[in-house]
Every structure is written in C-alpha cells, then in structure tokens.
C-alpha cells in the first residue's frame, strides 16, 4: 500500500477561524512532509517530521503550527489566516530505502 | 547551492509526437533524482528515481535517463491523458527535496 491520505479535501474559513488538516500513512515511512503549492508553482517545503520529531521548519509564519502524534499521523493546524495561504495543501512520506516521497491528494484551503 | 531547472516551462505536442524534458541540476552528493506526475489539483504522483550517471528506467511510453548534470524524461508517442506537469526533484540527504518549477506538457488528440 502506497498510499497518503488527507482530510479534508476542500476547506474554506475565515480568518478568525481554527481549522486543522490530517494526513496518515501506513507504509511505515518515518520522514514526513508538509508542502504548500501554489498554481503553477512547484511544491514549497514548509515542515519535516523525522522519527515524530521536527527536523525542519522553512521560516513558517507561526499561523501554522505543526504537530506530529505519533509515526502515521500529521496534522498542520492553522489559526489566523491570511487570504494569500489560500493553497494546496500536500502531505508526504518519504521511503526509507529508496528516499522516494509519495504525495496525498492535498487539501486546497481557500482563506476568506 | 542546490538547484535544478527544468526545461521548457510548457510544451504542445501532436498526439503521436515524441519529445524530451530536461531537468538540470546542481547538487552536492546526489542521493536521487526523481521524476514525477501532477495533474491539476492533485499531489504529485511518483514516476522514477535514478541514482546514478548512466541509469535509465522506463515505463509505459515514458523513460527517464540521468547524466552527471541532466536528467531527460523521453516520451514516446504520446497521448492526450499523458497530459500533465512534470516536476524533477533531488534529493541530497537532510530530508530535503529540490524542486523544478516543471514542464506543463499538453498533448493533442
């Protein structure tokens, strides 16, 4: 089974709202990702998570706030919003072997 | 620096016309060049990894070769749902990944 999934798919709020976004995957990779992606732009690395731990984060304005519960499990809770971190949101693992990432559907996030 | 250019940004090509992208890169210790798929909306979908200068991998009309500085994704006789953007990625070690800015391919039936 190579696959990530996200939930939810589709998510509009406000910008006084909290919402967060899942991302799991069984194929016991132990690195995983958060990407932002805007239209016709190649994914931006946001965090990585490595054995459940952060060993990156790319300058993230604090709106966003990673958590890590456990080897299968991401989640990228947002708080305060702006219009333009309206996105794809994706989600990946990467295989400890081959470093390969396998990418989730992506949540698109749309900030009124 | 790390970095990787892909070439060109978008292509149209006649169903049945064969054609080359290419992704160049500059990396210190090269642990992979990947290769994949995005169609609109949607997260990238794995294609190939090469590791080395002189490797290639193949699949269906798509075959991805690897140079010492470049890398060629080769399609043969497209068709229309081989429509797609291709990104090129490298991956150095430290959990991250360089990306392309990608080749918007559109193929016409």
């Known amino acids: 089974d190579t696959e990530v999934t996200q939930t939810p798919k589709h998510l509009v709020m406000g910008m006084t709202n909290k919402k967060s976004l899942k991302c799991e995957q069984h194929?016991?990779?132990?690195?995983m990702y958060w990407y932002k992606q805007k239209a016709k732009k190649p994914p931006e690395l946001m965090f990585v998570?490595?054995?459940?731990?952060?060993?990156i984060n790319e300058s993230v304005p604090s709106r966003f706030s990673p958590e890590c519960p456990n080897s299968s499990l991401l989640n990228l809770h947002l708080h305060a919003l702006q219009p333009e971190d309206s996105a794809l949101y994706l989600c990946?693992?990467?295989?400890?072997?081959?470093?390969?990432?396998?990418f989730g559907p992506g949540t698109r996030l749309t900030v009124l | 620096e790390d970095q990787v250019t892909q070439s060109p940004e978008a292509l149209r090509l006649q169903e049945g016309e064969s054609s080359s992208l290419n992704c160049s890169y500059t990396?210190?210790?090269?642990?992979?060049l990947f290769w994949y798929r995005q169609d609109p909306g949607k997260g990238p979908e794995f294609l190939f990894t090469?590791?080395?200068a002189g490797e290639e991998k193949e699949k269906e009309r798509l075959k991805a070769t690897l140079t010492k500085k470049e890398s060629f994704l080769h399609i043969t006789a497209p068709k229309p749902e081989d429509s797609a953007t291709y990104l090129c990625?490298?991956?150095?070690?430290?959990?991250?990944?360089?990306f392309g800015t990608g080749t918007r391919l559109k193929v016409l039936a």
């Open positions: 194929m016991g990779h132990r690195a």
């Open positions: 998570y490595s054995y459940e731990k952060l060993s």
């Open positions: 990625a490298v991956f150095s070690g430290t959990y991250k990944y360089i």
């Open positions: 990396v210190s210790g090269l642990r992979g």
């Open positions: 990946a693992s990467m295989a400890s072997v081959g470093n390969e990432q396998f």
């Open positions: 090469l590791y080395s």
